[in-house]
């Protein structure tokens, strides 16, 4: 039974922060899966990608993600996730994947322009060029789009409860 919600989406997109709030208004566990690859490894994301380069990451990433085995949680996923799709199709068999839409505006207003917060790119990639690949990626596996632009955190965490299926929503099945 699909009793997870599956956070996808950018950098800057909420997928934490709205994480949370969901996680405590539905009354789910919180799961954030670049701290479980971190909690793995004994390092930090940033190490993983500055020693052993982006590839070594996306694999320890689908590795750990094709680990993952909730029931009544909010997982939210690296912004790179998408990037499996094995690990894609193991999440969607336990929950909703949930895509945080966030104009490129906003990722550069929300993360900087220039700081790319530990984001996991290829080395010769734009934050525009990334933006448009990992768009494509999240549209496709997404079960639900939520465009967060002009919401706050709250009414993001909102809109996702009120679109909920019954049987994800009503604490009695978790």
């Given at each position: ?92 068999q336990q929950g909703i994947v949930v895509f945080l839409n966030v104009s490129l505006a906003t990722v550069k207003k929300r993360i900087g322009d220039y700081s790319l917060r530990g984001i996991s790119k290829r080395p010769d ?50």
């Open positions: 039974m699909r009793t997870n919600l599956i956070l996808i989406g950018m950098p800057g997109s909420g997928k934490s922060t709205v994480g949370v709030l969901l996680a405590k208004q539905a009354a789910m566990n919180f799961v954030d899966t670049d701290l479980l690859i971190q909690s793995a490894e004994g390092r930090t994301l940033q190490d993983i990608v500055d020693h052993d380069g982006y590839d070594a990451l996306r694999h320890i990433e689908e590795r750990v993600l094709c680990q993952v085995d909730e029931h009544g949680s909010v997982i939210s996923t690296g912004g790179s996730a998408v990037y499996s799709e094995k690990a894609m199709a193991h999440l969607k990639q734009t934050l525009e060029e990334l933006f448009e690949e990992r768009y494509a990626l999240y549209n496709r596996y997404a079960d639900m789009v939520i465009d967060c632009d002009a919401l706050t955190q709250d009414q993001a965490c909102q809109s996702v409860m009120d679109q909920l299926p019954e049987t994800v929503r009503s604490p009695e099945h978790h």
